[in-house]
């Protein structure tokens, strides 16, 4: 349900988590990020694309995460396609959101609360340079 900073990287991504009847877990204040992720959809600018990523079979929430920060560490990465998509559009912005659902038989369904370290305001992903 938080907000993570990829580490080492300013790549961040909304982390939205369901329990196992489907219903979003509620971050530690009682609030549902999905509010949180569709004001970001709302800003001025808003993003210029949405990607949602979600695991397969056999994740817990540390699972999802260890698995997300290496995907988005990937795809900033590869600063070619980063370029590309800055050059089809200069404002490229996009805006990732990470699914979590309990798949592990007695995995660790703990939702992280805020690090300072690693979790804060969502920004976009790495821009070409």
């Known amino acids: 349900m938080p907000i993570r900073t990829v580490p080492g990287q300013e790549a961040r991504y909304f982390l939205l988590c369901f329990d196992k009847d489907g219903l979003e877990q509620r971050e530690h204040d009682g609030t549902l990020l999905s509010g949180q992720v569709l004001q970001a959809v709302k800003s001025h600018p808003p ?29 900033t990465a590869v600063h070619g396609d980063a370029a590309a998509a800055t050059q089809r559009d200069p404002n490229f912005r996009p805006l990732v959101v990470g699914l979590h659902w309990p798949s592990l038989p007695w995995g660790d369904e703990t939702i992280p609360k805020r690090d300072p370290c690693s979790w804060g305001r969502p920004r976009p992903m790495g821009r070409a340079k």
């Open 47 to 75: 993003p210029t694309d949405v990607i949602i990523i979600s695991h397969g079979w056999m994740g817990d929430v540390d699972a999802a995460i260890a698995q997300y920060d290496r995907w988005i560490a990937a795809f």
